[in-house]
């Protein structure tokens, strides 16, 4: 059973930094690529960027590729969100997202986790 657990959120002062975890379960997280999104109320999800299966950060939004860090952990099947000097706009729900096939003639499905919250004190 493919599933994605994060932790890692918390209230952190601006120019703080906290780091997220997605434990993935029922897939490698070497094999496919896999995303950290994030949402705030009323507003849509966001990509914030992508770690390929290949190991590179991809697609990380402008306002944090210079702050933010993707990376995975292929022993404990965990990917990580670096957070770096972080600031109020950051606040937000952070999800892992990922799609995977289950078998080679199966459709692919979207897998997201449940979120966790990141809050940013000014």
């Known amino acids: 059973q493919v599933q994605l657990v994060e932790s890692g959120g918390g209230l952190v002062q601006a120019g703080g930094s906290l780091r997220l975890s997605c434990a993935a379960s029922?897939?490698?997280?070497?094999?496919?690529?896999m995303s950290w999104y994030r949402q705030v109320p009323e507003k849509e999800r966001e990509l914030v960027g992508t770690?390929?299966?290949?190991?590179?950060?991809?697609n990380l939004r402008d306002s944090v590729k210079d702050r933010f860090i993707i990376s995975r952990d292929n022993a404990e099947n965990t990917l990580y969100l670096q957070m770096n000097s972080l600031k109020p706009e950051g606040a937000a729900v952070y999800y892992c997202?990922?799609?995977?096939?289950?078998?080679?003639?199966?459709?692919?499905?979207?897998?997201w986790g449940q979120g966790t919250q990141v809050t940013v004190s000014s």
């Open positions: 029922g897939f490698a997280v070497s094999r496919n690529d």
């Open positions: 997202f990922t799609t995977f096939r289950l078998c080679s003639e199966c459709p692919s499905r979207d897998y």
């Open positions: 770690m390929t299966s290949k190991g590179h950060n991809a």
